[in-house]
T-cell receptor, first 113, second 113 residues
Framework: DAGITQSPRHKVTETGTPVTLRCHQTENHRYMYWYRQDPGHGLRLIHYSYGVKDTDKGEVSDGYSVSRSKTEDFLLTLESATSSQTSVYFC????????????FGPGTRLTVL | AQSVTQLDSQVPVFEEAPVELRCNYSSSVSVYLFWYVQYPNQGLQLLLKYLSGSTLVESINGFEAEFNKSQTSFHLRKPSVHISDTAEYFCAVRNTGFQKLVFGTGTRLLVSP
């Protein structure tokens, strides 16, 4: 299995509070991704990174920001959490451009009350 | 924009019966195609992928999928399912030249004795 960890694995928070989720990889892969998984929607891309300090938006980026100061860490921040951001969040990594496989972390279940 | 359709949200089947999980995508441009499997409370694992070459691809656990360009489909099949195949299956598509992976909404395969 690809070396990907996510922390925390579960979090319950209140509306309006800031939340940061962490993805850590030990594979030295260049690309990292954040997805959210919701029933009836599958997985949707929030943000991705193609290198240290290089990030871009996905299809559902509103309300989220990301940072990547080191190859191994990709942080997802909800500046002011809302109930609509209750979801399961997955981090993924891939090594290079082209037809490369994305490998997924175990996920973080976030509940915003 | 690319989109992926998995028409069946749930497929119940008896053990040792054959199964087909359907996947259609919208764009006819050159694509890479993937099937991922998600077991309960886990992240996604790559099941198989089509990049180029032979249109029939196989996984190590007996699943196969066939790329049909004219019908823009990538259906997943298994001739005889096991209880352990119970999981959610996601089809995903990526246009060549782009990093973003687009997922379908998933099909839950329920195998009963």
């Amino acid at each position: 299995d690809a070396g990907i960890t996510q922390s925390p694995r579960h979090k319950v928070t209140e509306t309006g509070t800031p939340v940061t989720l962490r993805c850590h990889q030990t594979e030295n892969h260049r690309y990292m991704y954040w997805y959210r998984q919701d029933p009836g929607h599958g997985l949707r891309l929030i943000h991705y990174s193609y290198g240290v300090k290089d990030t871009d938006k996905g299809e559902v980026s509103d309300g989220y920001s990301v940072s990547r100061s080191k190859t191994e860490d990709f942080l997802l921040t909800l500046e002011s959490a809302t109930s609509s951001q209750t979801s399961v969040y997955f981090c993924a990594i891939s090594e290079r451009e082209g037809p490369d496989t994305q490998y997924f972390g175990p996920g973080t279940r976030l509940t915003v009350l | 924009a690319q989109s992926v359709t998995q028409l069946d949200s749930q497929v119940p089947v008896f053990e040792e019966a054959p199964v087909e999980l359907r996947c259609n995508y919208s764009s006819s441009v050159s694509v890479y195609l993937f099937w991922y499997v998600q077991y309960p409370n886990q992240g996604l694992q790559l099941l198989l992928k089509y990049l180029s070459g032979s249109t029939l691809v196989e996984s190590i656990n007996g699943f196969e999928a066939e790329f049909n360009k004219s019908q823009t489909s990538f259906h997943l099949r298994k001739p005889s399912v096991h209880i352990s195949d119970t999981a959610e299956y996601f089809c995903a598509v990526r246009n060549t030249g782009f990093q973003k992976l687009v997922f379908g909404t998933g099909t839950r395969l329920l195998v009963s004795p």
